[in-house]
């Protein structure tokens, strides 16, 4: 894939020889991986507390705690993307 003027996206099948042009917007509406979420909150200062099944606990130093339930490769939820920004988002307001 390679980006054409921003708004574009040229994905490319050499072996095929085709070529589609995607609309950048269409990559930006695809919502982020569990994966990301529990990378976020680590480099916020979260720890990993474990869980059961496919549920991660995660608690931070000032006492913030918050639950991620999905494997790492799922799709996250648009309510699980928006607790996780309210959860850092109440971290660093306590740090100012």
Do not use: C
Not at 86 to 92: F, K
């Amino acid at each position: 894939m390679t980006y054409v003027a921003n708004k574009t996206v040229l994905i490319t099948a050499a072996d095929a020889g085709i070529q589609i042009v995607v609309p950048k917007w269409y990559y930006d509406l695809m919502p982020p991986k569990i994966r990301k979420l529990i990378r976020d909150l680590t480099v916020a200062g979260f720890k990993n507390r474990g869980g059961k099944g496919s549920h991660s606990n995660f608690r931070h130093p000032k006492g913030v705690n918050i639950t991620i339930s999905g494997r790492s490769g799922e799709d996250a939820k648009h309510y699980q993307v928006r607790d996780v920004e309210r959860a850092i988002e109440r971290v660093t307001d306590e740090k100012e």
